[in-house]
């Protein structure tokens, strides 16, 4: 009796300090922002951070001590990650060098108190990491949606060639795909140097590349939950018309591509399944196929589809570290699907990469081939 009653004492002690709250007092101390105009925002891993919007929760400003004040409540073991902003990614904290940050960390077990003091703030001219030419259509109306920018890049001979009709490339999270300095990582997918590396020997044909920006919403617009199906549709019935309307593009679907990765694969897929005569290819780099503790799976919808062979081509490829092996059992179970139906399609698996940009520009190259390579 006595060794079960210090058991339950035990385990009550064990179960009430994971239950604990503790405070995280985070103080910002910052010469290059003007509290009149500016605010200093946090964005991380966790609800009260917002879940990585650089735009939601914002600190109070304290006169007298000329900091910025976030006040906030943790259980106990809770591991909280963060960045901070001026309320975009184009305008995060950098590091005392001016380099992108990482993450801070920190695992909450006791009251604690962060002081920080930061130097450096991104201030981007977002084209000015962009190599070749390329314009900037600036917070696009999308309907239903919030408005996004649109980075279109023209291939070398797009300015001397003025009868010459191009295939199109568009590409979600469009602030990580040409630029450093926009993307979310400090590390971009590189297109626009691998495109024109392909064109200079003939292995690609040449291709005007469409970056759409993403947005606090990211997660359910790449999806097919409504938010989802209403870029698909902003996507097929104003953004493409509008840039068949501005540019010389090839307008059908063999020469209409879509490319993402994570959820932007998965998004990517989608539209040329939902849309193959508008897209017909589509590059899924480490597709989020199937998250089910998110319940944003789209394996049913290809598993119960009914249609006819759809004439599109799909490239699917994924790493084997951390959140890419955790994906794995959906691309696996989606790759499957696709084999019982009868669709060809090409799967890359990159031996130890992980899920970041860095590992999409050290094999980028790999699906711009299969969507545009000299045959």
Same mark, same amino acid.
């Given at each position: ?113 962060? %002081?920080?003091?930061? #130097? ?7 084209? @000015? =990491?962009? $190599?070749?030419?390329? /314009? ?109 309307? %501005?540019?010389?593009? #090839? ?7 879509? @490319? =993402?990765? $994570?959820?932007?694969? /998965? ?109």
């Amino acid at each position: 009796m006595i060794r079960y009653c210090i058991i339950l004492i035990f385990l009550s002690t064990l179960f009430s300090c994971k239950d604990q709250e503790h405070h995280v007092k985070i103080q910002v101390e910052s010469n290059n922002i003007d509290p009149s105009s500016e605010r200093v925002y946090i964005s991380g891993n966790h609800s009260k951070f917002g879940f990585w919007d650089p735009s939601k929760i914002h600190f109070d400003f304290e006169e007298e001590n000329q900091k910025w004040v976030g006040d906030f409540k943790f259980y106990s073991d809770t591991t909280i990650e963060f960045k901070l902003t001026k309320g975009s990614w184009m305008t995060e904290a950098l590091t005392d060098d001016e380099k992108v940050r990482g993450n801070f960390k920190v695992r909450v077990t006791k009251d604690t108190s962060i %002081s920080l003091e930061i #130097k450096h703030w991104k201030n981007t001219d977002i084209l @000015m =990491g962009v $190599s070749g030419n390329a /314009l900037l259509h600036k917070d696009m109306p999308t309907k239903g949606l919030a408005s996004r920018h649109v980075i279109v890049r023209f291939p070398p001979s797009y300015e001397y060639d003025a009868d010459k009709r191009f295939p199109v490339l568009y590409m979600h999270d469009g602030q990580n795909v040409f630029n450093p300095y926009t993307s979310y990582t400090g590390n971009d997918w590189r297109v626009d140097e691998v495109s024109d590396s392909l064109f200079a020997i003939d292995q690609a044909e040449e291709f005007i590349a469409v970056a759409i920006y993403n947005t606090a919403k990211r997660t359910n617009e790449y999806s097919y939950l409504t938010e989802g199906q209403t870029y698909a549709s902003w996507l097929v019935n104003d953004l493409k018309p509008f840039i068949d309307s %501005s540019y010389r593009t #090839k307008t059908d679907p063999s020469n209409t591509a879509i @490319m =993402g990765s $994570s959820m932007g694969g /998965l998004i990517s897929f989608i539209l040329t399944w939902e849309y193959p005569e508008v897209f017909g290819k589509a590059a899924c780099l480490s597709p989020a196929f199937d998250i089910p503790k998110y319940d944003l799976s789209y394996l049913s919808h290809v598993k119960n589809d009914t249609e006819n062979l759809r004439n599109i081509k799909v490239y699917i490829d994924n790493g084997t570290e951390e959140l890419e092996k955790e994906l794995q059992p959906g691309v696996d179970r989606m790759m499957k699907l696709l084999d019982n139906k009868g669709y060809n399609y090409v799967w890359h698996l990159d031996e130890g990469a992980f899920h970041n940009e860095k590992a999409w520009s050290k094999r980028v190259h790999k699906p711009l081939l299969f969507l545009f390579g000299e045959n």
